[in-house]
C-alpha cells in the first residue's frame, strides 16, 4: 500500500505542476486577447463613435485601435448591416454580440476549473501524506518520528501547492470576466445606439 500511497503524491504534485503552466498559458493567452479592446484607445473610439451616432448626420470613423479590437469589429459589421430593417438589423447586431461572448469566454472555463479543483487535488496530496506518516509510525515506532515529520510536512506542502495555484487562477477568471461583462455591457449599448440610427436615418 505505502508504494501506491507514494506513486499518488507523486501525481498530485506533477498535477499541480501541469495546472500551473496550463493556467500561465491561458492567462497569457487570454490576456493578449483582451488588451486588443482595452485601454484609451478603445475608450476614445467608443466616445467617436456614440458622438457621430448623437449628433452627425453621416458616420465617419478614422481609427487606430487595430482590426482585432472587438469594438471596431462590431462597427464595421454593424455598418455591413444598416441596410437591413430594424428587426433584421436587431437581430444581427444580437447574433454578433452573442458570437463575440463566445470569444471572450473562451477558455476561460478551464480557469474556473482549475481554481475550483486545485485546493482539492491539494487536498487529495494531504491525505496521502498523512497516510504515508502514519503507516510510517505504525512500522517504525518511536523512532521513525524523523520520517513521519517529514511525511507530514511534505503533505501540508501539497495543500499549500493547491492554494497557490488556485488562488491567482480565482483572481485572473474574476478579471477576465469582469472585464467580458464591461466589454459586452459597452456592445449592447452600441447596439441600441445603431438602432436608434438606423431608424432615425430612414425616417428621412
Do not use: C
Not at 482590426?67 to 454593424?78: K, V
Not at 473562451?106 to 485546493?119: E, F, Q
Not at 523512532?143 to 499549500?160: D, K
Amino acid at each position: 500500500m505505502q508504494e501506491y500511497v507514494e506513486f499518488g503524491e507523486e501525481l498530485v504534485f506533477i498535477a499541480m505542476g501541469v495546472a500551473s503552466v496550463v493556467a500561465l498559458a491561458v492567462f497569457a493567452e487570454r490576456l493578449i486577447y483582451y488588451k486588443k479592446s482595452l485601454g484609451k484607445k478603445n475608450e476614445d473610439y467608443l466616445t467617436e463613435v456614440r458622438n457621430s451616432l448623437q449628433e452627425e448626420p453621416e458616420i465617419h470613423w478614422k481609427t487606430d485601435v487595430g482590426e482585432e479590437s472587438i469594438y471596431n469589429r462590431f462597427i464595421q459589421f454593424a455598418l455591413r448591416q444598416l441596410k437591413l430593417g430594424r428587426k433584421g438589423l436587431d437581430e444581427s447586431l444580437e447574433g454578433q454580440i452573442l458570437s463575440e461572448k463566445l470569444e471572450l469566454e473562451k477558455r476561460l472555463p478551464i480557469l474556473n476549473t482549475l481554481g475550483n479543483n486545485a485546493p482539492f487535488i491539494g487536498l487529495l496530496g494531504t491525505v496521502l501524506g498523512v497516510i504515508k506518516a502514519f503507516y510510517g509510525l505504525g512500522t517504525l515506532g518511536s523512532s521513525g518520528a524523523e520520517v513521519v515529520m517529514r511525511s507530514i510536512s511534505t503533505a501540508l506542502l501539497a495543500t499549500a501547492a493547491g492554494l497557490a495555484v488556485a488562488i491567482p487562477v480565482v483572481m485572473a477568471n474574476n478579471y477576465f470576466s469582469r472585464k467580458a461583462k464591461v466589454i459586452l455591457q459597452n456592445l449592447e449599448i452600441l447596439k441600441k445606439e445603431l438602432l436608434s440610427y438606423q431608424m432615425n436615418k430612414t425616417k428621412v
